[in-house]
């Protein structure tokens, strides 16, 4: 696949575990453009947050956070295995994806100052430079007028199939019954939070991987961007 003579935004939404990061990371990788994980970049401040005790009973202490917020910097590291999240200049690539976090991460991504203060990063991030993006409100909220939006979707029991595999390989010890209702859970917060919530862009276009391999995927990314109009 041959770069754009320009720069371009490549925004993906969807559901937690539709594998959007897998996906953004591989069409990075072809197009030779920078991945931005903007889940990550909530994750890590849900991380910063528990460690900081502002989550107290299932509840998001709103006052503190704006004072804490500036406070919490969130940065990506690029290694020859991938990418790590740095949060004040710590790596918590591995801490930010456990059960906890994943619990609490939707409280979190609803905060009002949270996604403002994200959402202007996410944007500076792509300041001269081609990037794909992913996250749950990219094509709506932070780019909406990116060159090529993408909604990814799957079945809902596949989804917590695959994040119980994931977690069990890393070593953690969780039910599947835990994983599916977290993750019915955080669809349900994503979906009816009055910030930004998670809806799919009109101009998007929906990719169901839930029978799809990762090169599969690529495939039809590589299809859809064949075509002249893919481009606006």
């Known amino acids: ?32 453009i920078t991945w931005i994980d903007s889940g990550a970049m909530y994750r890590a401040v849900t991380l910063a947050c528990m460690e900081r005790g502002l989550i107290r009973e299932g509840k998001l202490d709103e006052e503190r956070i704006e004072k804490e917020l500036k406070d919490i910097h969130i940065s990506f590291a690029r290694t020859g ?6 949060l004040n200049g710590a790596d918590v690539e591995e801490k930010i994806r456990s059960i906890e976090v ?30 794909v993006m992913e996250g749950r409100d ?7 007028h990116a060159d090529i939006k993408i ?15 994931e977690l069990r390989k890393k070593g953690t010890e969780v039910g599947f ?20 919530p998670l809806t799919r862009a009109p101009d998007s276009v929906v990719l169901d991987n839930s029978y799809m391999t990762p090169r599969q995927q690529l495939v039809w990314f590589e299809d859809l961007l064949s075509k002249p109009e893919s481009l606006k």
Not at 4 to 15: E, F, H, L
Not at 111 to 122: A, F, I
């Open 1 to 32: 696949m041959v770069s754009p003579d320009r720069n371009i935004i490549i925004a993906i939404d969807g559901y937690s575990s539709c594998g959007k990061s897998t996906f953004a990371r591989a069409i990075a990788e072809r197009m030779n």
């Open 81 to 86: 295995e991938g990418t790590l999240t740095l």
């Open 102 to 131: 994943s619990s609490n991460v939707s409280l979190v991504s609803k905060s009002g100052p949270v996604r403002r203060k994200l959402v202007s990063l996410q944007r500076e991030m792509a300041i001269n430079q081609s990037v």
């Open 138 to 144: 990219i094509g709506t909220v932070v780019f909406p």
């Open 151 to 165: 909604f990814m979707t799957a079945d809902p029991e596949i989804r917590a199939g695959r994040r119980y595999r």
């Open 177 to 196: 019954r835990e994983v599916r209702n977290n993750l019915i859970e955080r669809d349900r917060l994503d979906a009816t939070r009055s910030e930004s």
